[in-house]
């Protein structure tokens, strides 16, 4: 963590030091964004939960993937910021189960740095992807990012984009098949807005990449065939969301 926050605690090995990282001391008002933190060693639960506690949020800590099912069998979150390396059911292991009935948004956070893990954690349905040793105002500003973009702009509504057998709701961002509901994750809402915003035209990967949060445009090809596995029947040779060499993407709409 940074000097200001180890003054009373040695400095884990997965934060860095920093002069200036310490909020100013706050209250979390009853409706601040409410956090899980999932993470096996017990000085950084504790001091990202004092950090981020100052920063306005609520924080809920959890030592294992076990005991943060049991928190979330009887609380619901705003974001998770898990962990990647536990002992039991992994970081990756609990996220991919939570995606198959939950959209809340995932931060991961570990000590490897290889493009492969980073690929593994956003394929199994992490939002961002956080390396230690970091910086907590890094790690906060990434939380505020996710965060920014579940919020819908208080825009006009578009209207709904029609796609073979899918239609998309823009301005619900909900996803169906006939009558039935396609579970997407915040990001994959966000990326299908997108197209909706620009039928049938092609949007450019740096666009997509959004609000210049730590997501890179390799992260991008990631969520997209992400998504084509949830809209196309054979997702190495997609109908309706088709690469545009060297540019980005485009949806095809009816």
Do not use: W
């Amino acid at each position: 963590m940074t000097a200001s926050l180890a003054d009373s605690a040695p400095r884990p090995p997965g934060t860095t030091d920093g002069p200036k990282d310490r909020p100013k001391a706050a209250t979390p008002a009853d409706d601040a964004p409410h956090l899980l933190l999932v993470d096996d060693d017990a000085r950084i639960r504790a001091l990202l939960k004092r950090f981020l506690s100052e920063a306005g949020f609520r924080i809920t800590v959890a030592a294992n993937a076990a005991q943060a099912r049991r928190r979330l069998a009887g609380l619901d979150f705003d974001l998770l910021v898990v962990d990647v390396m536990m002992p039991g059911e992994s970081g990756l292991e609990l996220a991919a189960d939570l995606r198959s009935s939950a959209d809340v948004p995932i931060l991961m956070l570990t000590a490897r740095s290889d493009a492969a893990d980073r690929i593994a954690g956003l394929e199994a349905g992490a939002d961002d992807y956080l390396v230690k040793p970091f910086e907590p105002r890094e790690l906060l500003l990434r939380i505020q990012a996710i965060l920014r973009r579940r919020t819908v702009p208080d825009l006009p509504p578009p209207a709904d984009i029609r796609f073979g057998p899918f239609v998309f709701d823009a301005a619900r961002r909900e996803l169906k098949r006939g009558d039935t509901p396609v579970r997407l994750t915040d990001r994959e809402k966000e990326i299908l807005a997108l197209f909706a915003e620009k039928p049938n035209d092609t949007v450019p990967r740096t666009e997509i990449v959004g609000d210049g949060s730590g997501l890179g445009e390799r992260t991008v090809d990631v969520q997209i065939n992400r998504l084509r596995r949830k809209i196309e029947a054979d997702p190495g040779n997609p109908l309706y969301l088709q690469t545009v060499r060297g540019i980005g993407y485009r949806l095809v709409c009816d």
